[in-house]
């Protein structure tokens, strides 16, 4: 399985953006990059996912390096409520079938106020 | 409201003595999975179903049981607990397989003394 690298913690103030790294150097072409987070006491939460293209939603941006060998999870403005342990997943979609969801040790934000 | 419900939150038991942790979702989901989270190991898949009747082992199944006699409860059955089985566990579910997102219930925390 293709492996992701993630720092063990990072920190931000409260309202400005975040800038979440990952790296998958080794990631295939059929691997879709997924992040979730877990806050203290929950279960884990999907955040995004992309396979090439850089995506947005409502919680996150998604920037996807042109290699595909990074990608950089965005938080635009944290919340104390963003404080939580993001995990960077690669997860192999094939026809009809996709590999299962495979959690690292991720990266605790702490979100400063 | 759209959940994956676990029962109990918390449980305090002696080696050997079997229970059950119910895991129901109201979402018509088909796929259900359960994992195991314990300090520095991070999120391991123990059991999950593609569908009723249906059920395959994931990376740590030893010790354990499921079974899914309908599409919205996938009980996780430990025969004869050991204090190896103490840990944070977590039951998922998502539309099919190959969903992107899936959606985590809150946890039950076992402790085997």
């Known amino acids: 399985d293709a492996k992701t690298t993630q720092p063990n913690s990072m920190e931000s103030n409260e309202e400005e953006p975040v800038h979440l790294p990952c790296n998958h150097s080794t990631i295939s072409g059929t691997d879709y990059i997924h992040w979730y987070r877990q806050l203290p006491s929950q279960g884990p939460e999907y955040v995004i996912h992309g396979l090439t293209s850089n995506v947005n939603n409502r919680m996150a941006s998604l920037a996807i390096a042109e290699d595909r060998k990074s990608s950089t999870l965005i938080l635009h403005r944290a919340t104390l409520r963003d404080a939580a342990v993001y995990y960077c997943i690669l997860r192999e979609h094939a026809s009809g079938s996709a590999r299962q969801l495979t959690f690292g040790s991720g990266t605790q934000l702490t979100v400063l106020p | 409201e759209a959940q994956v419900t676990q029962n109990p939150r918390y449980l305090i038991t002696v080696t050997g003595k079997k229970l059950t942790v119910t895991c129901s979702q109201n979402m018509n989901h088909e796929y259900m999975s359960w994992y195991r989270q314990d300090p520095g190991l991070g999120l391991r898949q123990i059991y999950y179903s593609m569908n009723v009747e249906v059920t395959d082992k994931g990376d740590v199944p030893e010790g354990y049981k499921v079974s899914r006699k309908e599409k919205r409860n996938f009980p996780l059955i430990l025969e004869s607990p050991s204090p190896n089985q103490t840990s944070l566990y977590f039951c998922?579910?998502?539309?099919?397989?190959?969903?992107?997102?899936?959606?985590f219930g809150p946890g039950t925390r076992l402790t085997v003394t």
């Open positions: 998922a579910s998502s539309l099919t397989q190959v969903s992107y997102e899936q959606y």
